[in-house]
């Protein structure tokens, strides 16, 4: 991609709020509309959101959205329609034990809460503070307990397919885990057996970094140095023996080939993950068989720099966005894509705009926590975001309930709709797109006010 060094978050602020001003009444009407009886709203079709017996894994970005545009705007009805929901409908999101969601549904509205609360966007109300911080707590320790111990002290909090499966986008949803560690939380077992919430998310991201990401060391024929940074969608373990069995993608093309939005949770969760570890105090590390706090920075910021460097080499066309795998059969099509402009219309393989919105906010984050040194990471994220908040990606027509056009949910499995006039899915949106573009929004509103927001 070719990043623009000129973009900074202030120059940027015409754009956020035009699309701010949309998100907000696109939110309000949704609400209007939408039956929670129906589900969550995932994806659109035909410009209407529409739900998917999958997992209701998008119904905390469905009232994350609210939040996030009362964060910009301080409407009113957007917090009450949130705080509404979220008493009313969220509840069953924090035990439920069959998902790897958590930090999805349950940051996005009680941590969002009560990050307004603290930030004094909110009234404060101890008991409700309480409410939200007794919510992270438990979400943190469920998510914790799906847990498929491995050899030499690692593991991971496995997906919905099973204790054999690690997805690379659970490094995202780590971050209740981290929120429910600094409520000073515990997950506690059998025998009274207290687990270490902080040691669980950092074996759990130690796994995934040596599992799910590739550093061109020659792991297998395709890890290569040119295509360091290559991320696999799920890895594959035998439980009994705890061996590694092979990489695997629900989402993706193939093993081999890096699905761009599972290689974008990678980008955004370890850079987050960063943040996080560089804000506690030593001497919280390197206890319950935990890495030293520079170990635990290391071993997230190789993971970050390789995965942020793969998008900006490999994965994205010239303005910063990608198309939705990078081994898709047909981009050969497309000739030398990546040195074009992408094209959402294109006849052969649609681009995913939910990816490069999430791949966005982790190159601006990794930029942020690396300070000069991250320079060319934070005007490759601001790149991104300019290039989403214009046409074709945002969706102007207030007739379309999505902000961010041209988001790819499964192509594998065919769950996206395809206009009649096109070859490929695209002019949709979905759920967690529109979540992550005014999430990003927000860290540029914020970086403009010379300030910054984390999950924390």
């Known amino acids: ?68 545009c009362f964060d910009m705007t301080r409407s009113n009805d957007l917090l009450e329609l949130a705080r509404r929901h979220v008493v009313a409908d969220m509840a069953e999101h924090l035990t439920h034990t069959g998902v790897h969601d958590h930090g999805f549904n349950n940051i996005s509205t009680y941590g969002h809460l009560r990050r307004l609360m603290l930030d004094r966007r ?18 943190g320790a469920v998510q914790a307990s799906r847990w498929t111990g491995l050899p030499d002290g690692l593991g991971f909090i496995h997906s919905f397919n099973g204790s054999h499966s690690l997805f690379i986008d659970t490094i995202r ?27 669980r998310l950092l074996t759990h991201a130690k796994t995934s970094a ?4 590739y550093y061109g060391e020659g792991r297998d024929s395709y890890d290569i140095p040119q295509l360091r940074g290559r991320t696999a969608h799920e890895t594959i ?12 993608s629900q989402q993706g093309y193939s093993s081999f080939t890096t699905w761009t ?10 850079a987050e993950q960063m943040e996080f570890v560089d804000s506690l105090p030593g001497s919280e590390f390197g206890l319950d068989e935990m890495p030293s706090k520079a170990e635990a920075c290391t071993m997230l910021a190789r993971a970050a ?22 081994g898709a059969p047909q981009l050969l099509r497309l000739g030398d894509w990546k040195a074009s402009i992408a094209d959402p219309y294109n006849s052969f393989e649609p681009v995913d705009s939910s990816a490069s919105a999430i791949a966005a906010q982790g190159l601006m984050r990794l930029g942020h926590v690396l300070g000069e040194e991250g320079r060319g990471y934070m005007q490759a994220g601001l790149t991104v975001v300019q290039r989403l908040l214009q046409e074709p990606y945002l969706s ?56 910054y927001y984390t999950f924390y």
Request: glycine residues 8%; contains cysteine; hydrophobic residues 40%.
């Open 1 to 68: 991609m070719k990043s623009i060094g000129t973009i900074t978050p202030q120059v940027l602020m015409p754009l956020v709020n035009r699309a701010l001003e949309l998100a907000s009444d696109k939110t309000l009407r949704l609400d209007r509309r939408w039956k929670t009886t129906d589900g969550a709203p995932v994806f659109t079709a035909g410009g209407r959101y529409t739900a998917r017996s999958w997992t209701q894994w998008t119904q905390g970005f469905q009232y994350g959205n609210a939040l996030l």
């Open 122 to 139: 909110i009234d404060a109300n101890e008991w409700e503070l309480h409410f939200y911080e007794l919510a992270l707590k438990v979400s």
């Open 173 to 199: 949803t780590l971050r209740v885990c981290g929120v429910a560690h600094t409520l000073g939380h515990a997950l506690v077992g059998e025998q009274e057996k207290r687990v270490n919430l902080l040691s």
């Open 210 to 213: 040596q599992f799910n990401i």
């Open 237 to 248: 373990f035998n439980t009994a023996s705890g061996a590694f069995r092979c990489p695997s």
């Open 261 to 270: 939005r599972g290689l974008a949770w990678a980008m955004l969760g370890f």
């Open 305 to 326: 720099r390789a995965t942020c460097d793969f998008y900006i080499h490999q994965a994205s066309a010239l303005d910063g966005i990608c198309y939705w795998d990078t």
């Open 396 to 451: 102007t027509n207030p007739d379309h309930e999505g902000l961010l056009l041209h988001s790819v949910y499964h192509r594998p499995n065919g769950w996206d709709s395809v206009p009649s006039a096109s070859m490929i899915p695209c002019g949709e949106s979905s759920m967690w797109g529109d979540y992550h573009l005014l999430e990003a929004m927000l860290l540029v509103s914020k970086m403009a006010d010379s300030s």
